[in-house]
């Protein structure tokens, strides 16, 4: 198991790492981070508490 978590660490760290400048870069043109659309997840209890 040691060898695996070698081998995947520095995946999960670059993985990580490209989601955070999506994040950043769709933060930067004007996406609001906080905001859930309407449609994004309509039968969720957990998007319901958090669009009000």
């Keep these: 198991m040691d060898f695996l978590n070698t081998?995947?660490?520095?995946?999960?760290?670059?993985?990580?790492?490209?989601?955070?400048?999506?994040?950043?870069?769709?933060?930067?043109?004007?996406?609001?981070?906080?905001?859930v659309s309407p449609g994004a997840c309509p039968s969720s209890a957990s998007c319901a508490s958090s669009a009000r």
């Excluded at 760290?13 to 933060?27: E, K």
Aim: charged letters at 15%; a negative charge.
């Design 7 to 35: 081998l995947l660490s520095p995946i999960e760290f670059v993985v990580a790492w490209i989601m955070y400048g999506w994040h950043q870069a769709f933060t930067a043109i004007g996406m609001d981070p906080e905001e």
